[in-house]
T-cell receptor, first 110, second 114 residues
């Protein structure tokens, strides 16, 4: 019940395209859903986050869509750029618990 | 503003050796965490400390010990290293244990055990 599933494992997108990463969770106690971006040799950094009482949150080219009834949420990267090439992790959290998905490796081709 | 600082960045150990990984944060955060990151498995919580003087086990605590030395510092110790502990270790901190707050990560310690 703690698991957060994430797909796809890897994603290749052309510059200017839309990147979509999907996550699904089981624990209905989660009340905070962050996305982290990680570049090689660096630690994960918060990209964008959403609470379950909101269906969508947009920050620049990054949008989270949240479907509480389906227990699913997704990250959309519009106008993807080569600089977006990184590994992306979704997570579910409540209290001290942070459960991370296994990650998606995104490559944006120039 | 350094954020979360981890030392060392790289280390190679022999099986059975001991080692302490250091972590310090300068954001006056109350909660601190140790994770390990392995390919295809995301980040798994080893131990966390909700406040100075308290520590609790996470998902994969076996083979590790921690010390919350003060509010700034949280160390992770491997008493007798095993090849299965080869991984990248990340320390993170958060203002408080209340939800809706992100964790801030260091850049990791890459540990290889031969």
């Amino acid at each position: 019940q703690q698991q957060v599933k994430q797909s796809p494992q890897s994603l290749i997108v052309q510059k200017g395209g839309i990147s979509i990463i999907n996550c699904a969770y089981e624990n209905t106690a989660f009340d905070y859903f962050p996305w982290y971006q990680q570049f090689p040799g660096k630690g994960p950094a918060l990209l964008i986050a959403i609470r379950p009482d909101v269906s969508e949150k947009k920050e620049g080219r990054f949008t989270i869509s949240f479907n509480k009834s389906a227990k699913q949420f997704s990250l959309h990267i519009m106008d993807s750029q080569p600089g977006d090439s990184a590994t992306y992790f979704c997570a579910g959290s409540y209290g001290q618990n942070f459960v991370f998905g296994p990650g998606t490796r995104l490559s944006v081709l120039p | 503003n350094a954020g979360v600082t981890q030392t060392p960045k790289f280390q190679v150990l022999k099986t059975g050796q001991s080692m302490t990984l250091q972590c310090a944060q300068d954001m006056n955060h109350n909660s601190m965490y140790w994770y390990r990151q392995d390919p295809g498995m995301g980040l798994r919580l080893i131990y966390y400390s909700a406040s100075e003087g308290t520590t609790d086990k996470g998902e994969v605590p076996n083979g590790y010990n921690v010390s919350r030395l003060n509010k700034r510092e949280f160390s992770l110790r491997l008493e007798s290293a095993a090849p299965s502990q080869t991984s990248v270790y990340f320390c993170a901190s958060r203002m408080d244990r209340v939800s809706n707050q992100p964790q801030h990560f260091g850049d990791g310690t890459r540990l290889s055990i031969l």
